[in-house]
């Protein structure tokens, strides 16, 4: 059978790796913020952006980092370091 154009995969929901992420994104959003993640192919180094603003937050804060982790991890740091206490 042929698959439906612009069709996106199942995603393979037993590794939860996709999970993470999505639940600190919509943590964020709970607590008014608006934060991303993106991925710049562009960029040779630091390809990476977290950014976050709104809410709780005193002023916006962006990080740029080589890997995806890192980056997240920096950008919740950095919301720590505003008083806001991320349960992840």
């Known amino acids: 059978m042929a698959r ?3 069709r996106l995969p199942e995603p393979d929901s037993d590794s939860g790796i996709e999970d993470v992420p ?3 994104l919509e943590w964020l959003g709970e607590q008014g ?3 991303l993640i993106r ?3 562009q960029r040779p180094r630091n390809s990476w952006t977290f950014a976050a603003a709104g ?3 005193t002023h916006p804060i962006r990080n740029d980092a080589p890997s995806a ?3 997240l991890s920096n950008g919740l740091a ?3 370091q505003q008083g806001i206490n991320v349960p992840f």
Request: aromatic content about 4%; some cysteine; overall charge neutral.
């Open 33 to 35: 913020i608006s934060a």
């Open 4 to 6: 439906a154009k612009n």
């Open 69 to 71: 982790d890192k980056c």
């Open 78 to 80: 950095l919301i720590r």
């Open 55 to 57: 809410g709780e937050l």
């Open 39 to 41: 991925f710049d192919a």
């Open 22 to 24: 999505i639940l600190i």
